[in-house]
């Protein structure tokens, strides 16, 4: 973007906001500047626009694939903003194989890698619904618009929550939360029929003593092809960082795995 494509959006966003013209405010689009394209600065100032966003207070986390910011609503509500990059060609290749054999997405494998992305975009807040809604733990997501989600801020004042990665918590702590993971994993499998298909240590934030898992756009339909060994490997994966990483007792991944399928009351839970 031009510095006079940025002194026009800037215009557009002052006039939108009814904000004064402040220097600061010119982050918004500097940071913006770098990595976005016009068509996602345009999307942003429709969410600004519509009055879903009215800040964009800076970068939490610069990933591959996606930003996220710590942004503000009128109310000056905290949100987390992901917004995906339009530009990464390894992106492509990757989430192909989550788009296909997805049944809501049969067929409609778009040619342009924008639209592409406007439907990743739109997956990840589907999922996050679906999830959200048969209770979950998961950020609440709030809106999607073209490549950018928006979505309930876990953390305080724009800082994040820590990883469970990050965390060093007493044993009683690790247990109770394996449980709970685990649980909300058999929730996802049985009443939202989703697998996250990328849970990991990395994407499990932890606030105020509860987990929240995060990061579920590759999360696919447990009667996707692949469904079975992305849920296997999210089992392994919690397995490894609970007994081999902590330490701790936990019972093996086959009977991990059969109680997330319903086969097996492990915790004496039961959910349907
Ligand atoms: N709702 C949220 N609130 C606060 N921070 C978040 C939120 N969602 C994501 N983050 C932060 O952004 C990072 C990247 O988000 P994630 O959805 O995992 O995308 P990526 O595909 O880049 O891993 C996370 O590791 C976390 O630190
Ligand atoms: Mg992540």
Excluded: C
């Excluded at 904000?19 to 913006?32: G, P």
């Excluded at 690790?174 to 996250?196: I, N, P, Q, S, T």
């Amino acid at each position: 973007m031009s510095s006079k494509d940025i002194d026009r959006y800037l215009d557009f966003y002052y006039r939108v906001t009814g904000k004064e013209r402040r220097e600061v405010d010119k982050d918004l689009f500097e940071t913006i500047e770098e990595v976005f394209d016009v068509a996602t600065v345009k999307a942003i100032l429709d969410l600004v626009r519509r009055g879903m966003l009215y800040e964009l207070k800076g970068v939490v986390s610069a990933g591959k694939e996606a930003r996220v910011y710590w942004g503000v609503d009128k109310e000056g509500r905290d949100l987390a903003v992901k917004i995906y990059l339009t530009t990464s060609a390894e992106f492509r290749k990757g989430i192909l194989k989550y788009i296909r054999g997805d049944p809501r997405f049969e067929g409609k494998v778009p040619s342009s890698f924008r639209k592409l992305i406007m439907l990743w975009a739109r997956k990840e807040f589907r999922n996050y619904k679906l999830m959200y809604e048969t209770g979950v733990s998961v950020p609440k997501p709030i809106a999607q618009h073209e490549n950018i989600l928006i979505m309930e801020f876990i953390g305080e004042r724009g800082r994040r929550a820590p990883l469970l990665k990050e965390v060093v918590l007493s044993e009683d702590a690790y247990y109770e939360l394996f449980k709970g993971l685990l649980l909300d994993v058999r929730k996802m499998y049985l009443r939202a029929g989703l697998v996250h298909s990328d849970l990991s240590e990395y994407n499990v934030m932890i606030w105020r003593g509860r987990h929240y898992i995060i990061d579920v756009s590759q999360s696919v339909k447990r009667t996707h092809p692949n469904a079975m060994d992305f849920l296997k490997r999210d089992l392994r994966n919690i397995h490894r960082y609970f007994r081999d990483e902590l330490g701790l007792e936990v019972p093996s991944v086959e009977v991990m795995f059969k109680y997330v399928i319903g086969h097996e009351e492990m915790f004496s839970n039961p959910i349907n």
